[in-house]
Structures are given as C-alpha cells and as structure tokens.
C-alpha cells in the first residue's frame, strides 16, 4: 500500500509541480503586488503599501470611473451569457431532431467557437465598418436605412462588442445542450407522448430540468468567460474607443497595466474582479443547487 502510494506520488508530483509554477506562483505574485506601489517609476524599487490601492480603486476618480465601468461589464455579462444560452438551447432542441444534414448543419454552427477570436474579432470590426462593412451595405440596401456609425459612438460601439460576442459564445452552449439532450432516454418522451403532453410540456417537464445539472455548470464557466473576455471589447472596439466608454474590468485592468503603467494598481483590482467571480460562482452553484440530482 505503502509502495502504490508512493508511485501515485511521482505521477502526481510533475503535474503539482507545472501548476505551481504556472498558477499558484502568478496568482501570490498578484496577490503581493497588489499591496505594493508598483509603477513604471518605482518598477526597480518598489514597496508594501497595504491596502492604499484596494482604497484607490473604491474612493478615487479615475478614468474611466470605475462603477461605470463594473456595472457596464455586468450588463455586458448579463445580456451575453442570457443570449449564449437561450440561443444555444434553442439550436440544440432544432438539432436534437430528426432532420436531414444534421451533421452539417451542426458543423457550421459550430464554426464560431472553432476561429480563434482575434480573428473573430478584427473579421467584425471590419464588418461595422461606416464606410465599406457588410453590415450597413446590408442594412442600407434590404432595410432603406442610414448606416450606423458602429464604433464612432459609445453606445454603438459596445453593442457591436456584444454582438460579436453573441456570435462567439452561443456554439459552445448548444454543444453542451446538445450532449445533455441526447444523453436522455427516449422512453421518458414516449411515456410522456402516451400521456397526451404536448411538445412544450415534454419540454418543460423532462428536457430542461435533466439538463440542469450540466447547464448550470457551463453557465458558470460561460459567466467567468464573459466577463473576462479581453479580446473582443479591446480589438472590436479599438482598447475601449470611443473615449474609454466600452471599457468593461478586465480590458480596464489591461489598460491601467500596460498603458498607464501602474501595475500594483492592475494588480490590486484583478484581486477584486477574482473575488467577484468567486462570490457568484460560489452562490450561484449554491443557489442553483447544480451538484444536485435534476429529480
């Protein structure tokens, strides 16, 4: 016993050992910094300062402001993890059909989340553009409208990021839908077709809450995605043009860093957006009772 311990021990030991490296390192380097007075003038010769950045980020103007900013990325969060999620359960119950060239049909809707997002990215600023993208030729030759000045205005510009996002996000949860769906016996419908209940009912009654138990989880992980999604916000809207106004945390947390140099300041409200991701995960999963069997 002894023996088959130790031997568990050394084909454990590699993996412990990369993830402190590359996990558990970064993260308590974070944790000190964020008590320091790191900047581009003290980068050589820094020192602990206590909690005078946690103070900063919560009692100092700063610009942007950032209770603009945090409830800008909880709408941003919100409105983008509700559409992954009735979209991609609305896509899963289509393909969970009987249908002809499902698996085709599967594929291309798949290909959002197989390119990856910098391309994504800069493929949709392209198409927002004033001039020349395919979405206001689109909306001035079928619709009879003006084009929009997608990334000239602030409120366009974050609805051009949610949109992109909105594209990106919602294959991952129709695959997730998709596999729980077909994970559930066919007897439960048929019993539930002799019953008289109609589509919606089956629905209701068996599909959405057999697949609660590995929707919520995802969800949780597509929430923590979502609103740390640097790329989109950075590269659609230009690092948060026009004016710092499609800033969401984590793309204010980049510019602080690596802009405007004050890294214990960056450092020091990554911490705080840790914490707010940890605190929903936690109630979330409680509140949801995801661990909990769907009956």
Not at 138 to 160: C, D, H, Q, R
Not at 200 to 212: A, D, G, N, S, V
Request: net charge positive; aromatic share 16%.
């Amino acid at each position: 016993m002894e023996k088959r311990r130790l031997l568990i021990t050394f084909f454990l030991a590699p993996s412990f050992v990369v993830l402190a490296g590359v996990v558990l390192y970064p993260f308590l380097y974070n944790v000190v910094l964020s008590f320091g007075n790191m900047n581009l003038t003290t980068i050589r010769h820094w020192d602990l300062i206590g909690f005078r950045q946690y103070v900063k980020i919560f009692t100092e103007p700063s610009q942007p402001d950032f209770y603009t900013v945090f409830w800008k990325t909880i709408v941003w969060t919100v409105v983008n993890v509700f559409f992954h999620v009735v979209l991609g359960v609305f896509l899963a119950l289509l393909l969970n059909q009987k249908l002809r060239g499902k698996s085709i049909y599967r594929t291309i809707l798949i290909l959002p989340w197989a390119i990856p997002q910098y391309i994504v990215a800069l493929t949709w600023r392209g198409m927002f553009n004033y001039e020349y993208g395919s979405l206001n030729i689109m909306i001035n030759k079928y619709l009879g409208l003006p084009a929009v000045e997608w990334l000239k205005s602030p409120t366009e510009a974050f609805l051009a990021c949610i949109l992109t996002n909105v594209w990106l996000g919602f294959p991952f949860m129709m695959v997730i839908a998709l596999g729980a769906m077909q994970s559930i016996p066919h007897e439960l419908y048929e019993a539930a077709a002799i019953d008289g209940a109609r589509w919606w009912h089956r629905i209701r009654m068996i599909t959405l809450p057999l697949i609660r138990p590995i929707m919520v989880p995802a969800i949780t992980l597509g929430t923590i995605w979502t609103f740390n999604n640097l790329n989109i916000v950075w590269l659609v809207s230009n690092a948060g043009e026009p004016a710092d106004n499609t800033h969401i945390l984590v793309s204010f947390v980049y510019k602080a860093a690596f802009n405007f140099y004050g890294y214990s300041y960056a450092a020091a409200l990554s911490m705080v957006i840790f914490v707010i991701l940890l605190l929903f995960s936690l109630a979330f999963l409680r509140t949801t009772r995801a661990t909990e069997a769907a009956f």
